[in-house]
């Protein structure tokens, strides 16, 4: 498979949201407590609102069975490992301040695409290929995504 045929499998949208929404949608992640039970309504109806518009962007076939919304929060040396996500489809919300690094990579046919971390970029893409996301180089920037599964 050929670097352009990897990426016709993988779509990227970006300034698809406000600024107004993004700095709302990284106050609440950056005010969340993670530790506990996560009761924050607010956050979980915010996802499930993005998921429904989303669902329009990506003109996904209806009706679609969103399985898990996942957070990952990563900080400098919290690179992921290459792994694979179960389900037809998944879309990726990165969410914050840019910094160098943060780059999320898909590898199919051991051909990497990396994608550079953009504050409000989407990316939609095969969970059954195998990805990772890295984290940003400086020891102070947390790299926030948001994971849809379906």
Known sequence: MTNENLKSTTQVKDNIFDTKYLVDMLELLNNTDFKKHNTNFTLVEMYVKMYEYLEEVFKLKRPTILNSINVNLQF????????????????????GEEAKGGQF????NNKEEKITFKNGRIVCFDPTAEHRGLAFTDPYKPRYTVQFLF
Not at 105 to 108: A, E, G, Q
């Open 76 to 95: 400098k040396g919290m690179n992921g490992s290459y792994h694979k996500d179960y389900g037809t489809k998944a879309i990726l919300f990165m969410i």
């Open 105 to 108: 990579i898909i590898k199919k």
